[in-house]
């Protein structure tokens, strides 16, 4: 077996993935590992990995290597049975997607992984947005966001990040809580429609966001559709107040804040509104968000 692990090279987890994961890999085929130094080598190296023909690429990193290597893969057109497998080693700050498959990084149970060698056929997110006045488009595996997620992301990127990337992270969620307010959004699928003042919007493949949110308790990566965490107008005291039972994975109840699913998401804003996947800041509305069935394999 062929295997392309995909590593980010900031990952504070580094020696943990050389001392003891890279060595069970090995036991299993030759690996090759491509650490990241730029913003764009994890989509890269995807790429390159998928006109290799390895038979499995690994993303070492949090969700947003994930992502890229996700849109790498992709980006060929190939259908899933054409595509080397997909798998994650949660060495990154963020990993939620990870908490979904319950991959953590003990080295039995990444060596019980690849004897078994049996992925399974999961869905894709797929966000059309506006991005430089041009429609654009991505994919995600995890959770893509509007409303004050893609803020908090918006100004990670924009700050400094001296104190590490947990910090600021931190700072951005508060920074966020103390300027963002609540903008006109509307959702529409086939079967519903929301239409008021949004806090925050969450549209999930997986079940986590925003390290270790539970927002789509009931969503499973290979059911055909996505989950969708719905935040009206409450007050950042409410939503702070909140954190806890996301955390514990039960449902809020709160008339503001609603639970629902579908296949394909309209959004719209009478202002400027961002989204973001996977952590990777991405545009603006309106935007499409979709499911596209069983278009990876995926090993966990």
Not at 68 to 95: E, F, H, K, R, T
């Amino acid at each position: 077996m062929r295997v392309a692990i995909i590593l980010n090279s900031l990952s504070g987890k580094k020696r943990v993935f050389y001392s003891r994961l890279l060595p069970v890999i090995r036991e299993f085929g030759s690996a090759e590992v491509f650490e990241t130094k730029s913003e764009t080598d994890a989509f890269d190296f995807s790429v390159h990995a998928v006109s290799q023909r390895f038979d499995l690429i690994i993303a070492a990193g949090g969700d947003g290597t994930t992502n890229q290597v996700l849109n790498g893969m992709l980006q060929s057109g190939l259908a899933a049975d054409q595509l080397p497998a997909l798998s994650i080693l949660p060495v990154g700050s963020g990993n939620d997607f990870a908490r979904t498959v319950k991959i953590t990084l003990d080295a039995d149970a990444l060596r019980k992984r690849l004897v078994n060698f049996s992925p399974l056929l999961v869905d894709v997110g797929s966000v059309r947005f506006q991005k430089d006045s041009k429609e654009s488009h991505s994919y995600f595996l995890n959770v893509c966001s509007a409303g004050m997620g893609p803020e908090v992301v918006n100004k990670m990127q924009s700050g400094k990040k001296r104190l590490g990337s947990s910090m600021a992270y931190y700072k951005a969620i508060l920074s966020t809580f103390g300027t963002y307010r609540c903008m006109p959004v509307t959702i529409k699928t086939t079967s519903w429609e929301w239409r008021n003042s949004l806090r925050s919007l969450a549209i999930g493949n997986g079940k986590y966001f925003g390290s270790g949110l539970c927002i789509a308790p009931d969503a499973k990566p290979d059911d055909g559709e996505l989950g969708a965490f719905i935040c009206g107008p409450v007050s950042v005291f409410e939503f702070i107040r909140y954190t806890n039972t996301l955390k514990s994975g039960r449902k809020i109840s709160n008339p503001k804040i609603e639970y629902k699913a579908g296949k394909e998401f309209e959004l719209t804003s009478e202002s400027p509104c961002r989204i973001e996947a996977d952590g990777e800041l991405l545009g603006f509305l309106p935007a499409t968000v979709k499911v596209i069935p069983q278009r990876i394999k995926f090993l966990y």
